[in-house]
């Protein structure tokens, strides 16, 4: 079944489930602090898996200090559900999206501890309970057609991998010039958003470099408008990734809808559910998918390649006559990325080796073994989130494709993607 009309039916199973659950006592804001406090007394049982919390410090305590089995959070996980699925049906439109978001919040809520207790799922069951898709598995032969486009842009001998990764290694950043590089990168990322987002007043982001990290890049948010951007240096930055990570983790990407859902939810309807963002929910998908999407936004068609090559290629002193050549080889290569899901699938599942999976995405996805290794940690870490990325890309890309009007209309429908109760269904509208 197509992925939209699997979540069709999954979003009309879950509108009969309202329609016919008996109406509950109690408010959708009771709910949703109890849900708070759900999700932050689970994430002392699990490292990373609140995001982020700018709450009342008091119910961090209180979840710290509790410590309930986890059969109880996930019976009252469920609870919680099935109380947020009988409330009456709001007629604010923007608060009926709050209560689908909520049911589904709280299904991978329930989902995630079932997951801690021991039970299993697949890679494709484990995204739907989680992120609210689920994505299909293409075969590992089924790439021919676009490594034959590849293997044009960089002809030699030798596997492709080889010729990709020598290719790839004259576009590293020098150590000397990142930070200089991110930061005009990540300006250009915030001018290009802030012509049709209203960014809050007081908001600003720290930059840092670290290592030993499973991922690229992490937005940690803070509150108050404010986060905290790590770019990881444990492989050598490629230029082609100065922008990609400043617009993703920062403009319009995720400081810009964190602080967007904290001054318009939070600050501007008193929704407390907003103050705590756990990882493995359907909003990561959101997150993910807005984040890569903007990318295109902030600079679309050939803005990018242009940008880099008037600005960033001369601050990181590479040759800018070849930053055609290079984007061509990046957008190429982001094709094989539904790939990464499958090699996934079978590793997690114990049917391909971690030595199998890193040939795999050698050989399939084109990686260098060290980033076949870091893709590795990543799926170590995160499990099924990987569908967030490519996935959610190209959800939010479709959904932005069929809003009618120009470029301001279709920044107006980007945003209310980051500053709403969003989930994946409300893509397929």
Request: net charge negative.
């Amino acid at each position: 079944m197509p992925l939209s009309l699997r979540y069709a039916a999954l979003a009309a199973f879950t509108l009969l489930s309202i329609m016919a659950a008996p109406i509950r006592a109690g408010t959708m804001d009771d709910i949703a602090r109890q849900y708070v406090r759900l999700v932050l007394e689970y994430g002392t049982y699990e490292a990373g898996y609140v995001d982020a919390y700018y709450g009342p410090a008091a119910w961090e305590a209180e979840a710290q200090a509790s410590q309930r089995p986890l059969a109880v959070l996930e019976r009252d996980a469920h609870r919680l559900r099935l109380d947020t699925l009988g409330l009456a049906f709001p007629s604010d439109r923007v608060a009926q999206k709050r209560l689908y978001f909520m049911a589904a919040q709280l299904r991978a809520v329930e989902a995630r501890i079932a997951m801690r207790r021991g039970r299993e799922y697949s890679f494709a069951e484990e995204a739907e309970l989680l992120f609210g898709v689920m994505p299909d598995l293409p075969a590992l032969d089924s790439f021919g057609e676009v490594h034959a486009r590849i293997a044009r842009l960089v002809p030699g001998d030798g596997p492709l991998w080889q010729r990709i990764d020598a290719v790839s290694r004259q576009y590293e950043i020098p150590e000397a010039a990142l930070g200089k590089v991110m930061r005009a990168a990540i300006a250009r990322c915030r001018a290009a958003t802030e012509l049709y987002i209203d960014l809050p007043e007081n908001e600003r982001f720290t930059l840092e470099f670290v290592k030993d990290k499973p991922w690229s890049g992490y937005n940690y948010y803070q509150g108050d408008a404010n986060s905290l951007i790590q770019v990881n240096t444990d492989l050598p930055v490629k230029i082609s990734r100065a922008v990609d990570l400043g617009c993703h983790e920062g403009y319009p990407g995720h400081h810009t809808l964190n602080a967007l859902l904290e001054a318009r939810l939070v600050q501007g309807r008193g929704w407390p559910e907003f103050q705590v963002y756990p990882l493995f929910s359907p909003l990561s998908l959101i997150a993910e998918g807005t984040a890569n999407a903007g990318i295109e936004m902030a600079f679309p068609g050939d803005a990018k390649t242009a940008f880099e090559a008037k600005v960033l290629y001369p601050l990181a002193e590479l040759d800018p006559a070849t930053a055609t050549r290079f984007a061509e080889l990046n957008e190429a290569l982001a094709e094989l990325t539904p790939a990464r899901y499958t090699i996934a699938d079978a590793y997690l599942a114990g049917r391909m080796s971690r030595a199998g999976a890193a040939r795999a995405m050698q050989e399939i996805q084109l990686l260098s073994p060290e980033k076949a290794e870091q893709s590795l940690k990543f799926i170590d870490t995160y499990r099924s989130y990987i569908v967030n990325y490519g996935l959610g890309l190209d959800m939010v890309e479709a959904y932005i494709a069929r809003q009618p009007g120009g470029q301001k209309a279709k920044w107006a429908a980007f945003e209310r993607l980051i500053s709403e109760p969003t989930l994946p269904g409300d893509l397929l509208e």
